[in-house]
């Protein structure tokens, strides 16, 4: 037994073994893939945020450039326009206004510098400075949002970042006059840009076709550091500085050029960190499954431990011995369900067997106390008959025939006999007694000559009509009538007994049934009995057999019994 166990056990070890390699290889794969799903799937957005920010920036560089120009345009549009804003720049304030008016009185559209620039930056919200050059002059008009209608600086002193700049053509000598630069909001456009996914590590610069910076931006993941870097590569025209990154142009349709750059060791990071939660996934997903599984086996291990003692101990002699069932719901819970079942059945049957040979051995004591002398019985009997005979007494001499049929019947130890042989026995037990009460019994017995051949287990019919002369006959009445059909239908042999006598409640009838399908009791050592007669023709014909009792209510009682002969 000992061996028995440590071959199971190193058989369950050797199973958890592979499966947990088994588990192990499948996780390991499926993380694998997983990530590398996932790096391609992070490339793939990167690569789409710089895409989507190149775009939306050249969409805005666009609008700023168009903007731009055609304030410039309409700066131009006309020839007095321009020396206009000369005057603006070598006049008093007074002077200038004066000076406008007398245009506008001599025919020419009215046009004053500082309203203009008012005008823009209320048509304009998204504009935070306007600068204005002439060649001719050494000082610059600058207006902002909090000084839209501007002032004249000191060119040194003016210093304008991330602005659009559009010349300013004179339309009667087509040469340049001057330059007209714009600075536009950033904000709106640095926190569309930001809520790009993947943008976090990106550097975005854009530089006008004169090399002026014209644009900045830096995702939230970018380090100071880092952003010195791109500066210091800029300044120095030297993008070769940065080896550690990833450095892409692009020119826009506007001539403007966008570089973006990315950190090499930060999108490193960014990738380690976006795969590594599966990682982490995976590792506890193959922990948990492989303690899962040793747990699993163990308990299975276990269970099944329990269930081969219980074997080895039946096997062994000890009938009693069962599965315990203190176990969870599962497939061995089943299986030891049904092996307890089995065990049950088994016993049960090994019982049964033990009782009806028990009955069977005292069956065959009482038969051979009753042959202390068969030939002197019937010899006996036979004088009496023929004594009646001499007598003219036929109907005494019958009785006397049929009584001594019976003791031949009952001191045969021939333990089975043909449907037909059975019937006749029972006919001359119910002719006793309708001698015995002359016009108050009548009964039928009627066997179809195909089945009157079919063996059964000798007195397997006898007890279910005794036991009706002693629970429901009554005679106090004369009309107590039995009868007894035998038949075959569907291939199967039918046997109906029917009487009338003392009815059964349905409680009663649903007792019975029971009781008739249960094992014989430890005291019951007599062969006579419906539950005798079950269980006798249930061992002669296996599941086919079918026994069942019914009645009417007050009066009569039905017992069907059904099997296959074949």
Not at 369 to 375: D, E, G, K, R, S
Request: aromatic share 10%.
């Amino acid at each position: 037994m000992l061996l028995k166990n440590h071959i199971m056990q190193a058989s369950f070890a050797h199973l958890i073994k592979v499966y947990t390699a088994i588990i192990s290889v499948m996780v390991v794969l499926a993380t694998t893939v997983f990530v590398a799903v996932s790096i391609r799937t992070y490339d793939a957005e990167v690569d789409q945020a710089e895409n989507t920010a190149v775009v939306q920036i050249g969409q805005m560089l666009n609008q700023n450039q168009q903007v731009a120009a055609q304030f410039a345009t309409q700066i131009t549009s006309s020839a007095n326009n321009l020396p206009s804003i000369t005057k603006y720049f070598t006049s008093s304030i007074s002077d200038y206004s004066n000076y406008a008016i007398d245009k506008s009185i001599a025919g020419s559209p009215y046009f004053f510098w500082p309203t203009e620039s008012r005008q823009f930056f209320t048509q304009h919200d998204q504009v935070t400075q306007v600068t204005l050059r002439l060649l001719s002059q050494n000082k610059v008009f600058v207006a902002t949002q909090d000084n839209p209608g501007g002032a004249l600086y000191s060119a040194k002193d003016v210093h304008q970042k991330f602005a659009i700049n559009a010349p300013l053509i004179n339309q009667t000598t087509l040469e340049t006059d001057g330059v007209l630069s714009i600075s536009f909001d950033q904000h709106e456009l640095k926190r569309q840009l930001a809520q790009i996914r993947a943008v976090d590590p990106f550097q975005i610069v854009v530089r006008s076709d004169a090399d002026d910076e014209i644009f900045y931006f830096a995702g939230k993941r970018v380090t100071t550091q880092q952003q010195h870097d791109l500066k210091r590569a800029l300044a120095s025209d030297n993008t070769t500085m940065l080896q550690n990154y990833h450095v892409t142009k692009k020119r826009l349709s506007s001539g403007d050029t966008v570089t973006t750059v990315l950190n090499r060791q930060l999108l490193g990071r960014l990738i380690i960190g976006h795969v590594l939660p599966l990682i982490l996934l995976g590792l506890i997903l193959l922990f948990g499954l492989s303690v899962g599984l040793w747990l699993t086996f163990r308990r299975y291990q276990h269970q099944f431990n329990t269930i081969v003692d219980t074997v080895q101990a039946v096997s062994d002699g000890n009938l009693d011995a069962r599965v315990p069932m203190n176990v969870r719901p599962t497939d061995l819970h089943t299986l030891a369900d049904g092996i307890n079942a089995m065990l049950e059945e088994i016993h049960q049957h090994i019982y049964t067997i033990y009782q009806l040979q028990i009955a069977q051995q005292e069956a065959n004591r009482k038969a051979l106390q009753a042959q202390i002398n068969p030939h002197f019985m019937s010899n006996t009997l036979e004088y009496i008959r023929m004594a009646a005979l001499e007598a003219n007494q036929p109907e005494l001499a019958n009785v006397v025939y049929s009584f001594a049929a019976l003791l031949w019947n009952n001191t045969d130890l021939s333990s089975r006999t043909t449907l037909k042989q059975e019937v006749k026995f029972i006919e001359k037990y119910v002719f006793l007694y309708q001698v015995r009460f002359p016009d108050r019994l009548a009964y039928q017995f009627t066997v179809a000559p195909d089945v009157a051949g079919v063996e059964i287990p000798k007195f397997s019919l006898q007890p279910i009509v005794e036991n009706y002369f002693v629970h429901g006959v009554n005679f106090s009445r004369g009309d107590n009538a039995l009868s007894l059909k035998a038949w075959r239908e569907n291939g199967l042999v039918h046997v109906r007994i029917v009487d009338n006598g003392r009815g059964l409640t349905p409680a009663a009838v649903t007792a019975v049934n029971q009781k008739i399908r249960q094992p014989l009791a430890e005291d019951q050592q007599q062969s006579i009995g419906l539950q005798n007669v079950y269980l006798r023709l249930r061992d002669s014909f296996g599941d086919s057999f079918k026994m069942s009792i019914s009645s009417a209510g007050e009066q009569g009682v039905t017992v069907d019994i059904q099997f296959d002969d074949q």
